[in-house]
């Protein structure tokens, strides 16, 4: 299965894991719009990317808006954009939206990675600063992103097709696919039929062993990540029935992210004589501790198994997962 002709957008996406996701949904023939607030790293992912380009549709620029992309066996070479944005700042997704539809005419796949690390810190001792800086990028970011994307997720095209001698036939086509079937998902009498879109949409929430344990990060990190299953069990209840799948990845330690930098980066400032910088820096020694004698070891799992699982899900495989949540930790507290 294939995801050619298909939209996919990643947040947090410049680097680590996000930057693999990006790179396996585009290998697998999705159109890719790359975001991520940090423009240095976005510079470096569109270099890498750029070093195997893929050409725009011939009449085509950027800036133009495609309703649909062309049958199957003429869709365009995938494409890949970037954009910064701030998850937190409802406008900017509203503005990343637009260019994603500007750009590829149609949203399938939504992957909500991006996310910063807090200091381990328990309530008691957990800066204002920092709990509402992590709770806004790891929990009302991707409920910014899944609002906005849902409109477009949600996107059905009508279509009539002529049947051989019977008239018409009312028809259902997704957006971004060739499909066209009657009432009952077979093809109707003298209908073209293109590629099958069977993998309809999806949201992808980047969750942790953080979302089900209690010591497995600071106060901060703990509750956002709690509250992004919330976020994917309500979503998949309401929307499922209407072709939009979410599912959640609960994930522990991992090879090459960058996680803590994308922290320092948010909270951390140079301090003063009164705030030293240390003040938001580091990490609370005791809050890992607690979290190394409740949880001994430390495996860390692939990114790119990751990836190849969100692949997976955007294939197809979303559908009967709605409302799941999938570990991918290594065995990582120990089950």
């Known amino acids: 299965m294939s995801l050619l002709g298909k939209t996919a957008l990643v947040t947090g996406a410049a680097g680590g894991l996000g930057l693999a996701i990006a790179r396996a949904l585009h290998a697998a023939g999705a159109n890719v719009m790359v975001c991520d ?67 590829f005419g149609a949203l399938h796949v939504v992957v909500n990675n991006a996310a910063i690390m807090d200091r381990f810190d328990p309530a008691g001792v957990c800066d204002g600063e920092v709990w509402n800086r992590v709770m806004s990028v790891n929990a009302t970011g991707p409920f910014l992103v899944t609002k906005h994307a849902l409109p477009w997720l949600l996107k059905r095209r009508p279509r009539v097709v002529e049947g051989a001698g019977t008239g018409a036939d009312p028809m259902m086509v997704d957006d971004g696919a060739s499909r066209q079937e009657d009432g009952d998902g077979r093809a109707g009498d003298g209908a073209a039929v293109g590629k099958e879109d069977d993998t309809g949409r999806l949201i992808v929430n980047i969750a942790s062993n953080a979302s089900f344990r209690g010591l497995s990060a600071g106060v901060a990190y703990t509750a956002s990540k709690h509250a992004l299953l919330g976020l994917t069990r309500n979503t998949a209840g309401f929307y499922g029935p209407k072709g939009v799948s979410c599912v959640a990845l609960a994930l522990g330690g991992l090879t090459d992210t960058n ?37 001994p070891g430390n495996r860390l799992a692939k990114i790119e198994d990751v990836a190849q699982t969100v692949v997976f899900l955007a294939e197809g495989g979303g559908r009967g997962m709605n409302g799941s949540c999938v570990t991918i930790n290594d065995n990582w507290p120990e089950a």
Do not use: C
């Not at 909270?267 to 190394?292: I, L």
């Open 37 to 103: 607030i940090n423009p240095e790293r976005l510079a470096q992912a569109e270099h890498k990317f750029l070093r195997s380009p893929t050409p725009l549709m011939p009449g085509t620029s950027p800036s133009q808006p495609r309703s649909s992309p062309p049958p199957s066996s003429s869709v365009s070479p995938p494409e890949v954009r970037f954009y910064p944005v701030d998850v937190t700042v409802e406008s900017n997704f509203k503005a990343l939206i637009e260019a994603t539809i500007s750009a």
């Open 259 to 295: 996680i803590s930098d994308a922290f320092a980066l948010q909270v951390g400032d140079e301090g003063t004589e009164d705030e030293p910088k240390s003040r938001h820096w580091g990490v609370n020694r005791e809050g890992m501790a607690k979290m190394m004698e409740t949880q």
